[in-house]
């Protein structure tokens, strides 16, 4: 069995429609706080805004059911916890002086392709406190998709000989629980702060997607909400709660 941090709950199963779905169905049904519902192969596997995430067997597919006395705006830094504990979790795991970055709002890349992939789901009650939040990991360990928007790769392909899926989710959640502590105990400020020191594209232009539209700009920094902030050559300061990120010379 998968020895695991303290507070954490695996249940692995051969096959689903998604991992976030059955996540939601057991958290609707009182699963606890801690619960990992992770499967094999995803039929309907899917990404932020409904995307299709290729989803064949050899791959990692998870969702991590939290309860947390916040509101759902609060509970979006747990993206950024994420994130920060995949790129350490993946750092650990691939061949020294390999890149690994995160990338706004919640994607991990090896040499600038995406590796991996994360989407929160939610719940909240009438007084807008959380129900439910549940963490939505995909990470691409044997096989990656050959045509996607963003380009793409597997630790196979960057070169991890051997590595399994559950290796990287026990590393993964080691770290997870070390971010979430931090995030717990101090809030999002030090969780900014770590993502920003792994983060790829400070400082440069990038294109930004919002609702169909693309504009261009100079990456600035994240704020204390984890909104993109972008200077456009006009000197205007954006704040992009949602959207897609591409570097300059893409899209």
């Known amino acids: 069995m998968m020895r695991l941090p303290p507070g954490f709950k695996l249940i692995t199963l051969e096959k689903?429609?998604?991992?976030?779905?059955?996540?939601?169905?057991?958290?609707?049904?009182?699963?606890?706080?801690?619960?990992?519902?992770?499967?094999?192969?995803?039929?309907?596997?899917r990404g932020r805004r409904g995307r299709q995430w290729y989803s064949p067997k050899g791959n990692?597919?998870?969702?991590?059911?939290?309860r947390l006395p916040c509101s759902a705006t609060e509970g979006l830094g747990i993206s950024f916890v994420s994130a920060t504990a995949m790129c350490d979790a993946l750092a650990g795991i691939v061949s020294p002086m390999t890149e690994v970055t995160v990338k706004w709002p919640n994607d991990i890349l090896i040499n600038r392709r995406k590796v991996s992939g994360i989407?929160?789901?939610?719940?909240?009650?009438?007084?807008?406190?959380?129900?439910?939040?549940?963490?939505?990991?995909?990470?691409?360990?044997?096989?990656?998709?050959?045509?996607?928007?963003?380009?793409?790769t597997s630790l196979q392909y960057?070169?991890?000989i051997g590595a399994r899926p559950d290796d990287v989710l026990r590393a993964f959640m080691r770290h997870f629980k070390r971010w979430f502590d931090i995030w717990e105990n101090d809030g999002f400020s030090s969780i900014r702060t770590a993502w920003l020191n792994r983060a790829t594209g400070i400082g440069k232009t990038i294109k930004v997607r919002v609702?169909?539209?693309?504009?261009?700009?100079?990456?600035?920094?994240?704020?204390?909400?984890?909104?993109?902030?972008?200077?456009?050559?006009?000197?205007?300061?954006?704040s992009v709660v949602t959207g897609d990120v591409f570097p300059s010379d893409e899209i």
Do not use: C
Not at 212 to 229: A, N, P, Q, R, T
């Open 16 to 45: 689903v429609d998604s991992t976030n779905n059955e996540a939601k169905r057991r958290a609707e049904m009182g699963a606890v706080s801690g619960t990992i519902v992770h499967a094999s192969e995803q039929t309907h596997g």
């Open 211 to 238: 609702s169909g539209k693309v504009f261009e700009g100079e990456f600035l920094d994240i704020g204390d909400d984890g909104s993109l902030l972008v200077e456009r050559k006009t000197g205007e300061t954006i």
């Open 158 to 160: 960057e070169g991890v």
């Open 119 to 152: 989407l929160l789901e939610s719940a909240t009650g009438i007084n807008g406190t959380l129900r439910w939040l549940i963490v939505g990991v995909g990470v691409n360990v044997s096989s990656f998709p050959g045509e996607t928007e963003y380009p793409a």
């Open 60 to 66: 990692l597919y998870f969702s991590l059911i939290l």
